[in-house]
């Protein structure tokens, strides 16, 4: 059975840091395009990030590029999304989902993709 599981999740600061993992299990982990998708409360979700199967290529929403940092570990069956500076907008349950594809790059849009997990929640401390 397919399965993804997301953590890391967790109470942080404004300018904090955070790293999610997203474990993979129940297919060819190397076949599939990740992504890493947030919903704020109230708000639609969104696409944050995104790596191709191999790993040879990346992107990123605007509001994280240069802050946040996604990868992969094939032997592992995990990606890993690093968030440093995090916002106030920042907050949101994070959601990773797989598509399977093999391209050179991937795309943000939560339409693409086929498999989710049940999110992990990123939140803003007062």
């Known amino acids: 059975q397919l399965q993804l599981v997301e953590s890391g999740g967790g109470l942080v600061q404004p300018g904090g840091s955070l790293r999610l993992s997203c474990v993979a299990s129940?297919?060819?982990?190397?076949?599939?395009?990740i992504g890493w998708f947030r919903q704020a409360p109230g708000k639609e979700r969104e696409g944050v990030s995104c790596?191709?199967?191999?790993?040879?290529?990346?992107n990123y929403t605007d509001s994280v590029k240069g802050r946040f940092t996604i990868s992969r570990d094939n032997a592992k069956n995990t990606v890993y999304l690093q968030m440093n500076g995090l916002k106030p907008e920042d907050i949101g349950v994070y959601h990773c989902?797989?598509?399977?594809?093999?391209?050179?790059?991937?795309?943000?849009?939560?339409?693409?993709?086929?498999?989710w997990g049940q999110g992990t929640q990123v939140t803003g401390s007062s």
């Open positions: 129940g297919f060819t982990f190397d076949y599939y395009a």
């Open positions: 989902a797989a598509r399977l594809i093999l391209a050179r790059t991937c795309v943000l849009s939560k339409y693409e993709y086929d498999y």
């Open positions: 790596i191709t199967a191999s790993g040879g290529s990346t």
